[in-house]
């Protein structure tokens, strides 16, 4: 392979290879979490300026790049999370605790400041944005594609870990309209799904609300598997820019 073409393939794969190292950091025992433990969190329980609660950790999403700082501040008479992103990506990740048959619905609540000059969720060179939530799945390998397992391998090769069988993504953005489905440029196996970012939205609290079974299938046709972690993600890399979110308690409820 000549060096432009793997100088391509190592660029095409940093964010889905760090992604695989969060994932392998979360496993770590110290990141365990006890299988009775509450999945969620409710950053309005907790002080601002205090830590976070065991299991949350702000870890990379592309290697050498600035951390998204993630911070708890007042807001009104509650505590929220606030996250500043210069230029930076990173996520607030937690081991994967959730039952996806008892409670496959995820509330929550965000504000984000303003759209991200420049981004495109479409164009890998622009793809931030200013608020997400992630969730990382398992699933069986074997059941892609070539091309799929080939980026997979090629993955582990250059990152040392497996990455997830697929994952799933709520955005702001302002690239496409709410319920709008899209691709990460670089695989299939990251679907995102834009929840926020009509005229209108920016500066102002919104509760939402998804069934996580129900998207998965209508992204992946097929049931998922199990979670395997799950977080929050503001990232202003790809642009260059800066931008500040703020995110509420997330809550995992009974369907539908």
């Given at each position: 392979m000549p060096l432009t073409s793997?100088?391509?393939?190592?660029?095409?794969?940093?964010?889905?290879v760090w992604l695989a190292v969060c994932v392998a950091l979360l496993l770590l025992p110290a990141a365990l979490v006890a299988q009775d433990e509450k999945p969620g969190i409710a950053f309005s329980t907790i002080e601002p300026g205090e830590p976070l609660p065991a299991g949350w950790k702000n870890l990379p999403v592309a290697h050498g790049k600035p951390l998204t700082q993630y911070t708890l501040v007042h807001d009104g008479n509650t505590t929220v999370l606030q996250a500043d992103a210069n230029r930076s990506a990173s996520a607030l990740m937690h081991e994967?605790?959730?039952?996806?048959?008892?409670?496959p619905v995820v509330a929550w609540r965000w504000k984000a400041k303003g759209p991200i000059e420049g981004a495109d969720n479409r164009v890998g060179s622009k793809e931030d944005a200013p608020a997400r939530l992630v969730f990382l799945f398992d699933g069986d390998k074997s059941k892609l594609s070539f091309f799929d397992r080939a980026k997979m391998?090629?993955?582990?090769?250059?990152g040392g870990e497996e990455l997830p069988y697929a994952t799933l993504m709520y955005i702001w953005s302002t690239t496409a309209a709410p319920g709008t489905v899209i691709a990460n440029p670089h695989t299939n196996r990251v679907q995102m799904i834009v929840v926020s970012g009509l005229s209108g939205d920016a500066g102002h609290w919104q509760s939402l609300r998804r069934n996580i079974v129900q998207d998965y299938e209508r992204v992946f046709h097929e049931p998922p598997g199990r979670i395997t972690g799950y977080g929050l993600l503001t990232d202003a890399d790809n642009t260059g820019t800066t931008t500040r979110a703020w995110y509420g308690d997330v809550d995992f409820l009974p369907g539908p």
């Open positions: 793997i100088h391509q393939a190592r660029k095409r794969t940093a964010r889905p994967g605790n959730i039952d996806l048959v008892r409670t391998d090629l993955a582990k090769r250059l």
